[in-house]
């Protein structure tokens, strides 16, 4: 039996580990922290009331942190809590920063001060930058970080605090960095549960004028795995890479949408391009398929069609999120 305290547990992939670690490890303790920001609900940990115990708080409020650790006595960190929308990021950066770095610092601090037997770092496949689209590159564990964003730099700078912090105090930690996550629970900010939204209320879906730039996709289960056997069996202060391999455009992603919604491709409008916009990334996942056993069970399109119907299904969920996205992206 192990406690367990989740970072960002309201947010898309936070909540849905929090109910994937509830069924796979049902005698565990899991504290959920959440600062409940915009993308932040609590109510995507809906049927885990009595289950948790939940906490609303910021991740760079040493003393909150540190007491939380102590009073449950707390094993393992897995440190979800960041912002993460890259038009918001070149709004303001210095939130992103002060979020992403800052806060992962101040929860390094408490973890090493109160002392856990594993601090997991959910980071992001961004921080390498991106690949040429005719490329037969994939980023692996060694490649370089060349982030090109506000957001990609921010996530950058937490990688280093926690190696930082494994080298020097040797906290034990683990880094995981994944592949574009899709699922359930995703506020509509992101281009999935966007292109849903927008086409389930008739209104077009706006694609960047790069519509050929592609992202490798993951179901937010299969991320969610991999990181159970990471905390599990990662060796301490290694990095894993969390991919699948299926490369997709953005073009074809809202083809998907409405092919599965019945709908037609005039509905397909382009917007310029944000600035830094990233061509491509894919990771090579190598490592953690050799090393650990872990390998993607949620195919790609059945996996796509599967969230598409969630959030058609769902609409008082996300019907109520539309009014506190903090950037309306051109076209909508």
């Not at 979800?80 to 939130?95: I, K, M, Q, R, T």
């Not at 409008?269 to 061509?279: A, C, E, K, L, Q």
């Amino acid at each position: 039996m192990s406690t367990l305290l989740v970072t960002g547990a309201a947010g898309f992939i936070g909540a849905n580990f929090t109910r994937y670690w509830r069924r796979a490890h049902p005698s565990d303790t899991i504290v959920a922290l959440d600062l409940l920001t915009y993308a932040g609900d609590e109510g995507n940990l809906a049927g885990l009331a009595g289950e948790i115990v939940f906490v609303q708080g910021d991740i760079a409020d040493l003393s909150l942190v540190t007491g939380l650790l102590r009073e449950h006595r707390v094993d393992v960190v897995v440190h979800f809590a960041a912002e993460s929308h890259n038009s918001l990021a070149v709004l303001d950066p210095g939130l992103f920063f002060r979020t992403n770095v800052l806060g992962t610092q101040t929860l390094l601090d408490a973890c090493r001060v109160v002392g856990v037997s594993r601090f997991h770092h959910v980071s992001t496949c961004e921080v390498y930058g991106d690949l040429a689209l005719d490329s037969p590159d994939a980023f692996t564990e060694e490649s370089p970080y060349r982030p090109r964003t506000p957001y990609n730099a921010s996530k950058a700078g937490a990688d280093h605090a926690v190696r930082a912090y494994h080298e020097t105090y040797r906290l034990p930690v683990t880094i995981s960095h994944c592949a574009n996550n899709y699922g359930p629970y995703q506020f509509p900010e992101k281009v999935l549960p966007l292109f849903v939204t927008q086409a389930l209320l008739g209104e077009p879906l706006p694609l960047y004028a790069s519509t050929g730039n592609r992202r490798e996709w993951i179901h937010v289960e299969d991320h969610c795995r991999a990181i159970d056997d990471i905390v599990h069996q990662g060796c301490d202060g290694e990095a894993y890479h969390v991919g699948t391999g299926d490369e997709v455009s953005v073009e074809c992603l809202a083809d998907l949408v409405l092919d599965e919604l019945g709908l037609p491709a005039d509905l397909k409008t382009i917007v310029p391009d944000r600035p830094g916009h990233d061509r491509r990334y894919l990771l090579d996942s190598g490592k953690i398929r050799s090393e650990l056993g872990w390998k993607p069970q949620v195919p790609f399109e059945p996996g796509v069609r599967e969230t598409i119907r969630w959030y058609r299904d769902n609409r008082a969920w996300w019907e109520p999120l539309l009014g506190r996205r903090p950037v309306h992206e051109p076209g909508t």
